[in-house]
């Protein structure tokens, strides 16, 4: 069958790289695309949210499936558009429909969710613009520090950890009243800081069945030691060596079962992946947050460990059969460590041209933020190229990918030198 992915990113390459290994792609679109899924399907410039454009190109190349890489389309109701067409209903579309993608798309959403099915997270109020003194006030019942967590979709930027109370207030006013994060922040969610390790939980579910992926630990600061300023993510280790068999029966029993129960229970139409980010505090999981999509850069360390046919599991969407699906995970450990441009996350400059990516050996070179000059490949993006590398455990597989990074180049290249440094 013909497939598209639509996204840009690292992520919607190792999809394509994936998918293109599959015995039913026959043709592989992207849209947009970068430098790296160029080499392996067709892309074409359309933007993930022009849905009348993205229906011309499924209806002109006969496309059977679509795969939705990143979480505003689905926010936007891609899946109920294309349920709502005669020509495009019959399409196999993965990601959840926009009622469902709600889980993502409004954090109070959430956890009204997350309450009402018993699924362990942190207490939490959520205020606005008229009930900002409000907020003030629950602040200071809280220890610090303090999480505030803007309601709508913010890039991945509109969490704010604070140690300080009037910080914490001052901040809160700001994404509030002068909606520091536009829209995204005209509601936020105030909830206690839980003391943890981190890591990130995926499942695979048809609406009925699901199957749980590989885990992973993703490193969103910038800085070594996790300092500094949050990013989409800096590299990524899977599996997470300490979510042992005892971990994982507390995480499907508590969280992903209660979860797909509860899509079900609340007739939530959900078709796709779930990211259920964890952490673990003590020996118990709690859930920080949904994603309706999979994690960047995550996918880059958990999808190449996935030995199973994706397009297999997907087609299985159709009529929910998935629990018939087997899924087979390789032994090795895989991690990413993610390339960025100098000043992201904050100002950064593109077109710069990256020297040495037909050099790397023995890892797989994922691109996320890259264009083509030219014929050069250059960099359009903060986070610029995603290295994998397998190994024995995420030691040996990161010393592979820092080896290969040694061998790119690209003006004001960063990478963060310690992944794996709080394992």
């Given amino acids: 069958m013909n497939i598209l992915i639509l996204g840009s990113g690292g992520r919607e390459h190792t999809f394509a790289w994936k998918i293109a290994q599959s015995k039913h792609c026959d043709k592989l679109f992207v849209a947009p695309g970068n430098a790296g899924t160029q080499s392996i399907a067709t892309n074409f410039n359309i933007g993930v949210n022009d849905f009348e454009a993205i229906k011309e190109l499924v209806l002109a190349e006969d496309i059977k499936m679509v795969v939705v890489g990143p979480e505003d389309p689905l926010v936007n109701g891609i899946h109920d558009f294309f349920l709502k067409d005669e020509d495009l209903k019959d399409i196999i579309v993965v990601g959840p429909q926009?009622?469902?993608?709600?889980?993502?798309?409004?954090?109070?959403?959430?956890?009204?969710?997350?309450s009402r099915h018993n699924i362990p997270t942190a207490a939490y109020k959520s205020f606005t613009k008229e009930t900002v003194l409000e907020g003030h006030k629950f602040l200071q019942t809280l220890n610090p520090p303090y999480v505030l967590k803007a309601d709508g979709l913010a890039a991945g930027k509109g969490v704010l950890i604070i140690s300080d109370l009037e910080e914490a207030r001052e901040e809160l006013s700001n994404m509030l009243v002068d909606a520091k994060f536009g829209e995204a922040?005209?509601?936020?969610?105030?909830?206690?800081?839980?003391?943890?390790?981190?890591?990130?939980?995926?499942?695979?579910?048809?609406?009925?069945?699901?199957?749980?992926?590989?885990?992973?630990?993703?490193?969103?600061?910038?800085?070594?030691?996790?300092?500094?300023?949050?990013?989409?993510?800096?590299?990524?280790?899977?599996?997470?060596?300490?979510?042992?068999?005892?971990?994982?029966?507390?995480?499907?029993?508590?969280?992903?079962?209660?979860?797909?129960?509860?899509?079900?229970?609340?007739?939530?139409?959900y078709k796709g992946f779930?990211?259920?980010?964890?952490?673990?505090?003590?020996?118990?999981?709690?859930?920080?947050?949904?994603?309706?999509?999979?994690?960047?850069?995550?996918?880059?360390?958990?999808?190449?460990?996935?030995?199973?046919?994706?397009?297999?599991?997907f087609a299985a969407f159709k009529d929910q059969t998935l629990n018939q699906k087997t899924i087979e995970i390789e032994e090795q450990a895989a991690v990413t460590v993610v390339l960025v441009s100098g000043g992201y996350?904050?100002?950064?400059?593109?077109?710069?041209?990256?020297?040495?990516?037909?050099?790397?050996?023995?890892?797989?070179?994922?691109?996320?933020?890259?264009?083509t000059n030219n014929g050069k490949t250059v960099t359009s993006g903060g986070r610029v190229l995603a290295i994998t590398s397998y190994g024995e455990d995420y030691k040996k597989a990161l010393k592979k990918s820092y080896q290969n990074i040694d061998k790119l180049c690209f003006d004001k290249m960063y990478y963060r030198k310690d992944l794996g440094f709080d394992l």
């Fill in 274 to 313: 779930v990211f259920i980010g964890l952490i673990k505090v003590g020996d118990e999981p709690k859930v920080i947050e949904y994603n309706v999509r999979m994690g960047d850069p995550e996918t880059e360390a958990v999808l190449p460990r996935l030995k199973t046919d994706l397009v297999e599991l």
């Fill in 98 to 114: 926009k009622e469902a993608a709600l889980l993502e798309g409004s954090k109070e959403f959430a956890k009204e969710f997350m």
């Fill in 345 to 371: 996350p904050e100002a950064y400059q593109k077109g710069k041209e990256i020297f040495g990516i037909e050099t790397v050996e023995d890892s797989i070179v994922f691109h996320a933020g890259t264009t």
């Fill in 185 to 269: 922040s005209s509601k936020v969610v105030i909830e206690e800081f839980l003391d943890g390790i981190e890591l990130s939980c995926f499942v695979l579910t048809d609406g009925k069945n699901y199957k749980i992926l590989p885990t992973a630990k993703d490193y969103k600061r910038i800085g070594e030691g996790d300092t500094g300023l949050n990013t989409g993510g800096m590299g990524a280790i899977s599996p997470v060596p300490f979510a042992d068999e005892v971990l994982m029966k507390k995480i499907e029993n508590k969280i992903v079962k209660p979860t797909i129960d509860g899509f079900q229970k609340d007739n939530l139409p």
